[in-house]
Nanobody
Framework: QVQLEESGGGLVQAGDSLRLSCAAS????????VGWFRQAPGKEREFVAA???????HYVDSVKGRFTISRDNTKNTVYLQMNSLKPADTAVYYC?????????????????WGQGTQVTVSS
C-alpha cells in the first residue's frame, strides 16, 4: 500500500520560512515525479512545484525564487523549502506522486496523494 505523509507545516509570520517534507512508504520515490499542490479555503487545489526523476523542477510563477523543491532518494523524501512566505501562501499543502510523466501541473497527472499539512502565514 502506497502512502505519502506530509509534515512541517505550521503558523508563521510573513517573511518567515518553512520546510515541508513528504515521506513515502510502500514504494521508492526515485523513479517517479513528485509534486506539491496547495488548496486555500474556497479555492481549487493548485499546482505549486514538481520534481522529475532527473531532478528537473517546475514551479508556479507565484513561488519562483521563493520556493525550492528537492528530493533525497536515500531517505525516500521530497522537500519543499518555502522562503519569504506571504499571507497568500496560506493553504493546506499536499504532496503527490505520479506513476508516469505528464505535464505535472494538473491534479489528474498524479496517482497518490498525502493528507496534507496546514501552512498559515500571518501578516
Amino acid at each position: 500500500q502506497v502512502q505519502l505523509e506530509e509534515s512541517g507545516g505550521g503558523l508563521v509570520q510573513a517573511g518567515d520560512s518553512l520546510r515541508l517534507s513528504c515521506a513515502a512508504s510502500g514504494l521508492t520515490f526515485s523513479p517517479y515525479p513528485v509534486g506539491w499542490f496547495r488548496q486555500a479555503p474556497g479555492k481549487e487545489r493548485e499546482f505549486v512545484a514538481a520534481i522529475r526523476w532527473s531532478g528537473l523542477t517546475h514551479y508556479v510563477d507565484s513561488v519562483k525564487g521563493r520556493f525550492t523543491i528537492s528530493r533525497d532518494n536515500t531517505k525516500n523524501t521530497v522537500y519543499l523549502q518555502m522562503n519569504s512566505l506571504k499571507p497568500a501562501d496560506t493553504a493546506v499543502y499536499y504532496c503527490a506522486l505520479a506513476r508516469s510523466g505528464g505535464l505535472l501541473y494538473r491534479t489528474g497527472d498524479y496517482d497518490y496523494w498525502g493528507q496534507g499539512t496546514q501552512v498559515t502565514v500571518s501578516s
